[in-house]
Nanobody, 120 residues
Framework: QVELLESGGGLVQPGGSLRLSCAASGFTLDNYIVTWNRQAPGKEREFVATVSSAGTETNYTDSVKGRFTISKDAARDTVYLQMNNLKPDDTAVYYC?????????????WGHGTQVTVSS
C-alpha cells in the first residue's frame, strides 16, 4: 500500500518547538519533491516549505522563514520539518506531499495530516 505517514504533531506553548516527520510506505522518497502544507480552521490549505528531490534546495513561505527548517534524510527515507519559535498562528493540520514527474508519468501522494496546536 502506497502512502505518506506524518508524525510529530502535538500541543506546544508559544515559543516552543516541534519536529514533524514524513515517511513513505510502499515507495521511496528518492526523486520526489516533498512539500509541507498546512490548513488552519476555516482557512484554505497553504504552502509552508518544500525540499528538492536531491535535498539540496529548499523554499519557505515568508511567515516561517528563519523559524522552520525542512530537510531530507536519504538514509532514513524521511523528510523533516523542524519548527522553532512556534506561534499561535502556526496552529493547523500539517500535511506532507510527495510529487514527481518521471518518464511522462506523474506521482502525487498526500498524507492524512498531523495536528499542531500552539497555545498557552
Amino acid at each position: 500500500q502506497v502512502e505518506l505517514l506524518e508524525s510529530g504533531g502535538g500541543l506546544v506553548q508559544p515559543g516552543g518547538s516541534l519536529r514533524l516527520s514524513c515517511a513513505a510506505s510502499g515507495f521511496t522518497l528518492d526523486n520526489y519533491i516533498v512539500t509541507w502544507n498546512r490548513q488552519a480552521p476555516g482557512k484554505e490549505r497553504e504552502f509552508v516549505a518544500t525540499v528538492s528531490s536531491a535535498g539540496t534546495e529548499t523554499n519557505y513561505t515568508d511567515s516561517v522563514k528563519g523559524r522552520f527548517t525542512i530537510s531530507k534524510d536519504a538514509a532514513r527515507d524521511t523528510v523533516y520539518l523542524q519548527m522553532n519559535n512556534l506561534k499561535p498562528d502556526d496552529t493547523a493540520v500539517y500535511y506532507c506531499n510527495a510529487y514527481r514527474q518521471y518518464l511522462g508519468r506523474k506521482n502525487d501522494y498526500w498524507g492524512h495530516g498531523t495536528q499542531v496546536t500552539v497555545s498557552s
